[in-house]
């Protein structure tokens, strides 16, 4: 009796949990919307994420869980802790530059997909590449500062600038990484 009473309830609780499941389900995912987007690949390869971790993954920085714009790395923020609790300087792990790779691209997709087809031409509201430029270099105001010049002479520029354009420079991504912030 008690173990039939138990599946009718369980049945009940499926039926009625049912159609929120199938909603969230058929909720139409993010990633079908947008045109083409750089790959982990690129990102990774080329010394992207590299960049990043060094000029913009600092602990006060985007080395904060907080930061819509996250970014974990060796002398940054670590994914996982170490179990005796002490600072973890081993090299940035393939997992932290996936979960960098989708900070970057989750950030704000429309428009990097937007810059990505245009090759760099529409860029007037990404914040991606216009916040680290700051409201001193034609970009958008940012509590980081003025960390890059939209020039040929800054490699940080062109490394993210060449990424996000289908453009990607794997040398100049690393020279960037060498500039200490
Ligand atoms: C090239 C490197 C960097 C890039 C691409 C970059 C990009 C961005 C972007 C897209 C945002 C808005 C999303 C968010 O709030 O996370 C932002 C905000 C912020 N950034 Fe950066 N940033 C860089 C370097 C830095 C550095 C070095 C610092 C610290 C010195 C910093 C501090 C902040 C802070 C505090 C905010 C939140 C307040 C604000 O919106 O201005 N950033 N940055």
Same mark, same amino acid.
């Given at each position: 009796?008690?173990?039939?009473? #138990?599946?009718? =309830? ?6 009625? =949990? ?9 909720? #139409? ?21 590299? =960049? ?44 932290? #530059? ?9 950030? @704000?997709?429309?428009?990097?997909? @937007?810059?990505?087809?245009? +090759?760099?031409? +529409? &860029? ?5 590449? +216009? +916040?680290?430029?700051? &409201?001193?270099?034609?970009? &958008? ?37 060498? &500039?200490?912030?």
């Amino acid at each position: 009796m008690r173990t039939r009473a #138990r599946r009718l =309830f369980v049945v009940a609780l499926a039926l009625a =949990f049912a159609p929120a499941a199938a909603a969230s389900c058929s909720l #139409r995912t993010e990633s079908g919307e947008f045109g083409d987007l750089p790959d982990r690949a690129s990102f990774v390869d080329n010394n992207v994420s590299l =960049f990043m971790e060094v000029r913009c993954g600092g602990l006060d920085c985007h080395g904060q869980v907080g930061r819509p714009l996250r970014i974990y790395g060796q002398t940054g923020l670590r994914l996982k802790a170490r179990d005796d609790g002490l600072r973890d300087n081993s090299p940035t792990t393939d997992e932290e #530059r996936t979960e960098n790779y989708r900070s970057v691209v989750g950030l @704000e997709p429309e428009a990097l997909s @937007e810059c990505f087809e245009s +090759k760099g031409e +529409k &860029i007037a509201t990404f914040q991606l590449l +216009k +916040k680290p430029l700051g &409201i001193e270099n034609d970009g &958008i105001r940012h509590k980081g500062g003025p960390v890059l010049r939209p020039t040929q002479s800054d490699p940080g520029w062109q490394c993210l600038y060449g990424w996000v354009s289908d453009n990607v420079d794997a040398a100049e991504c690393e020279r960037a990484s060498k &500039i200490t912030p």
